[in-house]
């Protein structure tokens, strides 16, 4: 229950219930919670995160530029390999024999957008996708 | 991707006016690396690369990524590749043939199918999309006991194609149910319709559940395929829309890969089988 993402947000809310740490490291479940929130509906982060004292826009947008990678849609085939061992090098049971499946599906792309990481105009599946 | 670097912020709204001489990708092709077993706290879903690209093109992507994945899992050992699944789409069919053929005869490792989820939504264009008559021996599969019976009007009309629940949903007890009780119907038609129903569900549940044994699996699959292949149809149109041999053959590349795949993944998650 200590673990649990209710008393991670908890956690947060007292320290900065008081006000005095405005900054303070945030349990990696919350964190986690308010990256996906703020990926999945911006006016949703900013709703849950202002009223659970969570942290603002430019704390996660820093957060995950820290851990971007390359675009998917420009890597060779050196790349695909290196990209692949490094994802299976994080797997804690890879020692063991792992079994994978390779699945191609297709989605259609709605949107023209630009991306400030990459400098470059990309295209977005969905209106709402913030590429920064 | 188009490059902006140097370019001033009016040269960039330019480009993304939706009028602007930018031509567009319509699709863009991912491809997605499942792992099973990958551990706690781990994702067993991994987006590997993707193609931006016109519809339904034909390119070398599918065979470039499985060449890649299928040649890293022998060169690292403790990596094995089962199975590479794509949708039902036209451009896919040959390359998924290929992959399943080269398998049987020995020279790949990992088989190649059809998704599951894919073709049993693909089965209702003919199944209730009214595309075609299908027809079971002396008895017609008809579409109109559904709203009879008062089954949701947005499982037969269907709005959203690629919704997995609308398809549960439709292929579930309480449909079957409904359809059952229509006493004053001509029965042939009913009985067909129901097991029709009673097949499409078994279908998803051999290759979505995580505790049927796999030779329950097997059974399960092999028997859904003999009943939903087992129908003839008659349409005045003719096109390729309304016949059922698409759906046949994607049918048959499914179960006769899954039957393999599911044999392997005896101690292991069959259900990361599909997408």
Known sequence: ????????????????????????????????????????SRKAFDFVSANMLGPCLRTIQRRNATTRQPSI?????????????????????????????????????KYLQSSHYQRALVLSLVESTRII | MIDITGMTDEEVKSKLDPSSDVERAKELKVAVVTIQNPGVGKSPFFVLAAQPQSINMVSDFNKDVTSVVSSLCK?????????????????????????????????NNHVALVDTNHNTKNFRYQGIGGSCVVILGNHVLDPALLPLAGVAQELWRVKDW??????????????????????????GSVCTLCVTLYFMRLKLYAVNTKKAYYRDRISFLWASM????????????????????????????????????????????????RM
């Open chain 1, 1 to 40: 229950m200590r673990d649990s993402l209710l008393c991670a947000l908890m956690q947060v809310y007292v320290t900065k219930l008081k006000g005095k740490h405005k900054n303070p490291e945030l349990p990696a479940k919350a964190m986690n919670f308010f990256i996906a929130c703020e990926s999945t």
């Open chain 1, 73 to 109: 849609i420009c890597i060779s085939t050196s790349d695909l390999e290196s990209r692949l061992v490094r994802h299976f090098k994080t797997l804690p049971d890879y020692d063991k024999s792992t079994l994978t499946e390779l699945l191609l599906d297709l989605m259609a792309l």
């Open chain 2, 75 to 107: 060169r690292e050992g403790t990596a094995s590749l089962v199975s590479v699944a794509a949708d039902g789409v036209g451009c896919d069919a040959k390359f998924i043939q290929g992959q399943l053929v080269s398998f049987l005869r020995g020279n």
């Open chain 2, 162 to 187: 690629a919704s997995d629940l609308v398809v549960l949903r439709l292929s579930s007890a309480a449909t079957v149910a409904k359809v059952a009780t229509l006493i004053n119907e001509e029965a």
């Open chain 2, 226 to 273: 003999i009943w939903l292949t087992s129908f003839e149809w008659k349409s005045p149109l003719g096109t390729n829309q309304s016949n059922m041999t698409i759906n046949r053959r994607n049918l048959m590349t499914e179960t006769i890969a899954l039957v393999f795949a599911m044999a392997r993944c005896i101690q292991a998650k069959v259900s990361y089988n």
